[in-house]
Every structure is written in C-alpha cells, then in structure tokens.
Nanobody
Framework: QVQLVESGGGLVQAGGSLRLSCIASGRTSLMGWFRQAPGKEREFVASISWNGGSTHSADDRFIISRDNAKSTLWLQMNSLKPEDTAVYYC????????????????????WGQGTQVTVSS
C-alpha cells in the first residue's frame, strides 16, 4: 500500500513561484501531479518515471523531480498565473507505465489528499 502526503501549497501572487512536495510511503514507480480547479475536471500536470529519466509536463513552467532516497516528489511551479489556482494532487503507481497513459488520472491508483494553491492577480 502506498500513502502520499503533499505539502507546500499556499497563496502566492501572480508571477511568483511555489514548490510542492510529496512524501511517499511504500514502493512507487511512476509518479505524477494532477490538479483540479473548482467546477473543472481533474487535469494532468506532470509525471516522472521511477529513475527520473522520463518526465512529462503539461506546461514548461512546471518542473517535476524526485529523490527516491528521500521518498520525495516535487513540483516546482514558476511564473504562476491566477488560472493555476487549484487543488494539486500527488499520485503514484507501482507499475512503470510509459507513453500516453501517464497523462491519464486512472493510471494512478494512489492519490494524496491534495494541497491548495491559490494565485492572486
């Protein structure tokens, strides 16, 4: 069983940066970040393979990284915009998926509780 705990969300002004963290307990392979804004569907933000050799991001402003020795996943978010306001979720799977499926929410059976990011204009 994998448990994920996010931190690092908060209120930031447009143009600012935030770094989200996610600590994982249990063995993980592919990990990712999704977000959901009020009234909108959950959407893919970024993913990273177990060894960090393959990353995908929906926006170049968002950089995903991980340190398996620390069981930690990060999302560096730069040049934030008000439309980035959402709850951000850390996700994981124990299967080393590759390809288009890494952008699908149903690929990830494990989800954190979410952390709120609010970007003011």
């Amino acid at each position: 069983q994998v448990q994920l705990v996010e931190s690092g969300g908060g209120l930031v002004q447009a143009g600012g940066s935030l770094r989200l963290s996610c600590i994982a307990s249990g063995r993980t392979s592919l990990m990712g970040w999704f977000r959901q804004a009020p009234g909108k569907e959950r959407e893919f933000v970024a993913s990273i393979s177990w060894n960090g050799g393959s990353t995908h991001s929906a926006d170049d402003r968002f950089i995903i990284s991980r340190d398996n020795a620390k069981s930690t996943l990060w999302l560096q978010m730069n040049s934030l915009k008000p439309e980035d306001t959402a709850v951000y979720y850390c996700t994981a799977t124990t299967v080393p998926y590759i390809g288009a499926v890494v952008r699908r929410a149903d690929t990830y059976p494990y989800w954190g509780q979410g952390t709120q990011v609010t970007v003011s204009s």
